[in-house]
């Protein structure tokens, strides 16, 4: 058994420019006519945080989905490790962890994330280190033979992060990762992730609880209608009050919008 | 071929975990093969399906009771003796496949059977002309009889003689008729079952997940085309095994089996790749997935007899790979040929198949767009 399950180091980068983890170029997205992500660009370098700030339908997962490779884009490009996203080889770099827990119901805990790290290319040895690391830092390793069905919802979470985790990416896209979780697991996700940070994964998150990840976030990107309307330090513009919350560039309350979801 | 592995192997445990899947895919056509074989028994021992006729004698000489007598004895129809009414309102209930009336004055005409005049009329329902015939003809057959037996003509029988088709054996038994029909069944119920598992990760998430994963759309749906191509061909060898261990079915050719099975396993499993991208939710998928499978099986002769379909339905079934699949396991397993017989289906099978899995995989791949 590992020592310390969180202390593994993030795999090799490839890239020339091994600070930049992730650059967006220029993005754009639309489904009809509907612009869904305009001219989004966006750099986060080894162990830095992103915030994606946004009322709902704001573009927040649309890009997170583009920068995973997920969807592709109308035109630009994103960049993992110097590598465009859309080449499957350079998604070995990161992990999306999406806002519903996306696990296998009829597979165990063990089995879920065994399953990613396999297709990751992971295999003996390191497949077996990785599950149990991956597991052990969710808190899924006395569960890992029980089926995710009859996972709680937090559970499901974790073990949604966890399978994220098993090949140690060097960039982690969330989205909503808090959604729905109680007190305990959004506590035990946060340590998760600041673990990870600090061994220098990059994050880029999505969420509408601003002030539980201000240890995670140097700095924001606020989106309106898919375009970037404000991007700052988040020490210098996320206070505690009302008065100290974000604008953007015409002066609308960044949070405020955020929270209620207009 | 790692990554396939991966993906084949995790979609058969899912399935083999979901009890109510696996009865679409092992039980159903076993339920199916049993159902159908029973039928066949029924229909090869004929007596429960000879044709049921009513006859009303209204000349009631002695002469038509003898000839009643004779059509009773040769037992090529069930007759049921009625006054004429009642006779008439069974025909129309659908109770009777024909009432057969004797005309007065029957008796007085001993060579009625040379045409010199109507003598019996055979009443039938507007959709059931040919079984009319069949009853004339049978009518036809026993007058003849009687005028054989009292020297009143030669037999005009012995000019016609029915033989099997030089191909055949010996005539197919009922579990011959059934295996190929059975195996068809299990392979759309494959299909199907596996069809259904893209929309259930697409609801799940978890395709969006694979989507980040550095693997390529295509071997997504060729590692899911691996689990059912893997189903496909167990449930489709378990139903020939027991078949031919069992139920003494005949094997004409084992290399011609080998690949029938080769290509109708992948054939079907283009099919459930293609049908799986039909819809983004497991409803409209798996609507999709039965009623285009059912209709092609439907046409294709393994829902209903291709022996009763009519001629234009019969034609058009052959466009159907159901009716390629029949064909290529029915030469291969007890109708005999040449390769060409089998040969052929084998290759339109293949064809379909790879047409099928290379459209999946495209939607698939534009659905990222």
């Not at chain 1, 993030?10 to 220029?26: G, K």
């Not at chain 1, 830095?48 to 995973?68: M, Q, R, V």
């Not at chain 1, 996203?85 to 296998?104: K, N």
Request: aromatic share 6%; net charge neutral.
């Amino acid at each position: 058994m590992p020592d310390n399950p969180l202390a593994r180091q993030p795999s090799a980068s490839t890239s020339a420019d091994a600070s930049c983890v992730l650059e967006a170029r220029h993005l754009h997205k639309s489904y009809g006519a509907h612009k869904v992500v305009d001219d989004v660009s966006l750099r986060v370098a080894a162990g830095e945080g992103l915030l994606l700030l946004g009322p709902n339908g704001s573009g927040k997962t649309t890009l997170l989905s583009l920068l995973a490779g997920v969807l592709r884009a109308d035109s630009g490009e994103a960049l993992a490790c110097g590598k465009p996203t859309s080449e499957p080889r350079a998604r070995a770099a990161l992990a999306l962890v999406p806002q519903h827990p996306a696990v296998y119901d009829g597979l165990t805990g063990g089995e879920n994330v065994a399953l990613f790290g396999k297709l990751h290319g992971l295999s003996g040895a390191a497949l077996s280190a990785g599950v149990e690391s991956a597991l052990l830092a969710a808190e899924l390793w006395k569960i890992r033979d029980q089926r995710a069905s009859a996972y709680s919802g937090g559970m499901r979470r974790r073990l949604s992060l966890a399978c994220a985790l098993v090949h140690a990416p060097r960039l982690l896209l969330l989205d909503e990762p808090f959604e729905g979780v109680d007190d305990v697991s959004r506590a035990h996700l946060l340590e998760v992730l600041t673990a990870s940070k600090q061994r220098g994964v990059a994050l880029v998150l999505s969420t509408h609880r601003i002030d539980e990840v201000r240890a995670l976030c140097e700095r924001f990107t606020m989106l309106r209608e898919g375009r970037v309307v404000c991007e700052r330090a988040v020490d210098s513009e996320l206070g505690h009050g009302p008065s100290d919350e974000p604008r953007d560039e015409a002066g609308h309350n960044a949070l405020y919008n955020a929270r209620d979801g207009a | 071929m790692k990554t396939l592995l991966t993906i084949a192997q995790k979609d058969l445990r899912l399935v083999l975990r979901d009890r109510a899947g696996l009865f679409w895919i092992a039980a159903f056509p076993l339920c199916f093969a049993l159902f159908l074989g029973a039928v066949l028994e029924r229909w090869s021992a004929r007596d429960d399906l000879a044709l049921i006729v009513g006859l009303s004698d209204l000349d009631r000489s002695p002469e038509s009771r003898v000839y009643i007598e004779r059509l009773l004895r040769s037992g090529t129809m069930q007759i049921r003796e009625l006054a004429l009414n009642d006779a008439r309102t069974r025909l129309r209930s659908g109770e009777l496949d024909a009432v057969v009336v004797l005309q007065p004055g029957m008796g007085a005409i001993p060579d009625w059977y040379s045409g010199s005049a109507e003598v019996m009329r055979v009443e039938a329902d507007p959709s059931r002309r040919r079984e009319a015939s069949y009853v004339k003809g049978l009518l036809l057959e026993a007058g003849l009889a009687r005028a054989i037996e009292d020297e009143l003509t030669t037999d005009p029988r012995s000019a016609i003689r029915v033989v099997q088709a030089a191909s055949l054996d010996d005539t197919p038994t009922a579990a011959e008729l059934v295996t190929p029909a059975a195996v068809l069944w299990g392979l759309i119920g494959c299909a199907a079952a596996f069809a259904i598992s893209l929309a259930s990760e697409k609801r799940a998430g978890t395709l969006r997940r694979l989507r980040s994963l550095p693997i390529a759309d295509w071997q997504v749906l060729s590692g899911k085309a691996l689990a059912c191509w893997t189903a496909c061909i167990t449930i489709a060898c378990v139903i020939l095994l027991g078949a031919l261990l069992f139920f003494g079915v005949r094997m004409h050719s084992l290399p011609g089996l080998l690949v029938a099975l080769a290509s109708l396993t992948f054939c079907f499993t283009g099919i459930m790749a293609a049908i799986s991208t039909m819809g983004q939710s497991e409803q409209s998928v798996a609507g999709a997935g039965w009623g285009t499978l059912l209709v092609l099986g439907m046409i294709g002769g393994i829902m209903v007899p291709r022996m009763i379909m009519p001629s234009w339905l019969s034609s058009i079934g052959m466009l159907s790979p159901v009716r390629w699949g029949l064909l290529a396991l029915e030469h291969t397993l007890w109708r005999g040929g040449s390769v060409l017989d089998w040969l052929v289906p084998c290759g339109l099978l293949v064809a379909l198949g790879l047409c099928c899995l290379c459209g999946g995989a495209w939607v698939l791949r534009r659905s990222a767009a």
